[in-house]
């Protein structure tokens, strides 16, 4: 790869020959010592640098198409450029370690700010599935149908929580590295809705108009986005129903999550930062903090938006902002 870029240069430098005096041209090599660099490292710039001396020389340095130098003004010109590619070179490559060691700092505090965050939301569902399932087998006798009954519900929704805490830390995980991939097709917004209400307890208000388009998005990713708001809305609804609607705007379609709950503060975007968590009436803070970061990165990934601000009155609106599969396709043509 490095020598085809020098063979592009090459070929570029020869192209400008009859527009840009011989000093110039040699500013075209300097192009692939530098993507080289920052690209695959400092051995692989260097090698840019030797092949883009041999090729100023063999190309441009009389007498043409060899590699003797017989002028001393031409060893010097050609000493020079080796001893630029150098100094570029290095820089280069320390901006890319540079790069390298900000990136892993970042990937490193997202694993200490993760296990923060996980240590106790996973430490506290569990602690109460092992209580609860040794208390049935330990006292089972003593427990009436209704109390046995009760401890299993409350095992099975500690359960469902630890199931929810480890998607979402696998999702973090791929998203984080990457690894998600998008799969773009029409999608019907009822379908997403109804798919990202069938695990969400509790009883949500729906209005989805009839005759909406179909819009451009991954449906797993669209109903993954949308099942983290409405759980977070649920969350912090302080009793108040939660809604959930959908409408067109222009090419756009509208799906709005609302709630009468204490609404979002006074910085509303913070929400969206990982690890940012609100407050609970019992004033613990409930969650890993990632599910609204998440569902913005799902959205965004499909070319959609979310965004949130209070609700007048009280409480919070949500919007997921897709793009109509109509308007897809006419961008794509």
Do not use: C
């Not at 630890?162 to 995980?173: G, H, I, K, Q």
């Not at 998440?294 to 499909?302: G, I, V, W």
């Amino acid at each position: 790869m490095t020598a085809a870029m020098v063979g592009v240069a090459a070929l570029l430098a020869r192209l400008g020959e009859q527009w840009l005096d011989p000093q110039s041209l040699s500013l075209f090599f300097v192009v692939p010592i530098v993507v080289a660099a920052m690209l695959y490292g400092l051995g692989p710039s260097l090698g840019a640098s030797v092949l883009s001396v041999a090729a100023i020389n063999f190309l441009f340095v009389e007498p043409r198409f060899t590699l003797a130098v017989t002028r001393p003004q031409d060893l010097a010109a050609l000493l020079l450029f080796v001893a630029v590619g150098l100094l570029v070179s290095l820089v280069a490559e320390r901006a890319r370690m540079a790069d390298v060691a900000r990136l892993e700092a970042s990937r490193e505090r997202f694993k200490a700010d993760l296990l923060a965050g996980v240590s106790h939301d996973l430490r506290t569902p569990l602690a109460t599935v092992v209580l609860t399932l040794q208390s049935l087998q330990k006292f089972a006798n003593d427990h009436g149908a209704d109390a046995r009954a009760e401890l299993l519900d409350l095992a099975e929704s500690e359960a469902r929580r630890l199931s929810d805490m480890v998607e979402t830390l696998v999702s973090a995980s791929r998203m984080e590295a990457g690894q998600t991939p998008v799969l773009i097709e029409p999608v019907s917004v009822s379908d997403i809705v109804t798919a990202a209400l069938a695990d969400l307890g509790g009883d949500v208000a729906v209005n989805v108009a009839s005759d909406l388009p179909l819009v451009a998005a991954d449906p797993a990713l669209a109903t993954r986005a949308l099942a983290n708001v409405l759980s977070n809305a649920a969350k912090y609804a302080d009793g108040s129903l939660v809604s959930v609607s959908a409408r067109q705007d222009n090419h756009n379609v509208l799906v709005e999550v609302s709630d009468r709950g204490p609404g979002l503060g006074a910085q509303p975007e913070r929400l969206f930062e990982k690890f940012v968590r609100g407050v609970d009436a019992d004033g613990r803070a409930p969650g890993l903090g990632l599910g609204l970061a998440l569902a913005r990165t799902f959205m965004e990934s499909q070319g959609g938006e979310l965004s949130a601000v209070n609700r007048k009155g009280g409480g919070a609106v949500f919007t997921l902002t897709f793009g109509s599969w109509a308007k897809a396709v006419r961008h794509g043509d």
